[in-house]
């Protein structure tokens, strides 16, 4: 049984970069894409970006200018990172896998809550 | 920023049926397959339904999906109290080059 689980800061200060790892665990990290997505409070989902194992990214373009993706598939997890944070990227953060065969979010973290104040 | 409209609001009755659509564009739906995700309060999201109209292991038939065009939809039958949470539609869409969400709906059981 595949689990996700996100870690890193509950709280980050404005103009600092939010750094968030998934731990993948029982099962592999290779040939599947990982995305990030995020949900403000009492707001709706959003699409942050997404890592194949070999490393290849696509990003959110409304993101794209403040964030990186990596991966490190010998300890079965991948990273987010969001520069020059504001008020506006509090949310909570979830990692997700996409199955080719079903070509949709089948597993999800059960999200960690980041919250850019000073 | 969705690109993906939703009612915000849907209601049923136990054992009614309750429709919420999903209206994209040739960019989204209108060229790639849906899914649907129900996350109830507090919890995260999961897989309702996949590739339009296909529902994963454990999921109960009274769900079903349909897509037209660029427009989708998911029908609940049979509506129950552990139905009540929030639902989204979502797809790839070629010129973001990136997922897409709806808006969301939030579904009552009255």
């Known amino acids: 049984q595949v689990q996700l689980q996100e870690s890193g800061p509950g709280l980050v200060k404005p103009s600092e970069t939010l750094s968030l790892t998934c731990t993948v665990s029982?099962?592999?990290?290779?040939?599947?894409?990982w995305s990030w997505i995020r949900q403000p409070a009492g707001k709706g989902l959003e699409w942050i970006g997404r890592?194949?194992?070999?490393?290849?990214?696509n990003y959110n373009p409304s993101l794209r200018s403040r964030l990186s993706m990596s991966v490190d598939t010998s300890n079965n997890q991948f990273s987010l990172s969001l520069r020059s944070v504001t008020a506006a990227d509090t949310a909570m953060y979830y990692c997700a896998r996409r199955q080719w065969e079903l070509d949709a979010f089948d597993i999800w973290g059960q999200g960690t809550m980041v919250t850019v104040s000073s | 920023q969705s690109v993906l409209t939703q009612p915000p609001s849907a209601s049923g009755t136990p054992g009614q049926r309750v429709t919420i659509s999903c209206s994209g564009s040739?960019?989204?739906?209108?060229?790639?397959?849906v899914n649907w995700y129900q996350q109830l309060p507090g919890a995260a999201p999961k897989l309702l339904i996949y590739i339009n109209n296909q529902r994963p292991s454990g999921v109960p038939d009274r769900f079903s999906g349909s897509k037209s065009g660029a427009s989708a939809s998911l029908a609940i039958s049979g509506l129950q109290s552990e139905d009540e949470a929030d639902y989204y539609c979502?797809?790839?869409?070629?010129?973001?080059?990136?997922?897409?969400f709806g808006t969301g709906t939030k579904v009552t059981v009255l």
């Open positions: 029982g099962g592999s990290i290779s040939d599947y894409y």
């Open positions: 040739p960019s989204n739906i209108g060229r790639d397959t």
């Open positions: 979502a797809a790839w869409d070629d010129s973001l080059n990136g997922y897409v």
């Open positions: 890592i194949y194992s070999s490393g290849y990214t």
